[in-house]
């Protein structure tokens, strides 16, 4: 009898083992597909300005396991990014086993201003998205906003907070009509300047902005290599009076 119950123990010993054993081969071999047909073997990236494509792979793919499709999706699905100055979040998606697309959601920087030796981004709503020690291209520098203190990830403590959304705007439209302006000025009555190298561009107040920066992008070709003020204050559909003052 004892002999009986001994083999009938064996028997499901062996039908365990057996059961785990093929559980680790079957295992294995979903690894090895897994390895051998999700290897990452092309990488595109979307959504990047800050950041060259190289730069922000080096930034995904940390270990050797980012080499794989399947993984790296999982690994930043929904995931929130820190430490990374001007990126809010990325995802990988599978465009196929050996082929993934990085996109990149970037914080909406509106312009920066400068405090202390360091450079100060903000977003349209005037929060301080990033402090830096170096200038990043394509974001203006804003002149004439007056505040005492700075809070990282907090408002700039300026009196007329609508002047955010309105910078936004300035240099929304300067991106859409390929103008790169190298410094944003606001006078005492919020009279906008515009800085392209030796040429000011004098717009007076945002009334009719958009109408005075698609004429801007006309104009500033035949400027290059000039020095002087150009006066778009005045301009609009029915009044277009635009002079430039040359300096010697």
């Known amino acids: 009898m004892k002999k009986r119950r001994r083999k009938i123990g064996n028997k499901r010993l062996f039908i365990i ?16 597909y897994i390895y051998k047909n999700y290897t990452i073997k092309n990488t595109y990236v979307d959504g990047n ?39 809010e979040k990325m995802d990988v998606e599978v465009l196929s086993p050996d082929t993934v697309r990085i996109n ?5 920087v509106a312009g920066y201003v400068k405090y202390l030796d360091r450079y100060i981004y903000f977003d349209r709503d005037g929060i301080v998205v990033e402090a830096s020690n170096e200038v990043t291209e394509g974001v ?13 990830h907090e408002k700039l403590p300026v009196e007329n907070e609508e002047i955010f959304a309105q910078i936004l705007d300035i240099t929304q439209l300067l991106t859409k009509y390929n103008l790169d302006a190298n410094r944003i000025f606001f006078d005492s009555d919020y009279n906008i300047y515009l800085y392209f190298d030796d040429v000011e561009v004098a717009l007076g107040t945002d009334e009719n902005i958009d109408e005075k920066i698609i004429r801007l992008q ?4 035949e ?9 778009l204050s005045e301009y609009n559909s029915n009044s277009q009076n635009i002079t430039f003052e040359e300096k010697n």
């Open 49 to 87: 300005t800050h950041y060259t494509d190289q730069e922000i792979m080096d930034m995904v793919m940390t270990d050797s396991f980012s080499k794989n499709s399947i993984y790296l999706s999982l690994r930043y699905r929904d995931k929130a990014i820190t430490g990374i100055p001007f990126i």
């Open 17 to 32: 083992l057996g059961c785990v054993l093929v559980f680790f081969v079957t295992l294995l071999c979903i690894n090895i």
């Open 104 to 108: 990149v959601y970037e914080k909406a």
């Open 140 to 152: 203006p520098l804003v002149l004439g906003l007056n505040f005492d203190y700075v809070i990282l």
């Open 218 to 221: 006309y104009i500033l070709p």
């Open 223 to 231: 400027l290059q290599g000039k020095s002087g003020i150009l006066k």
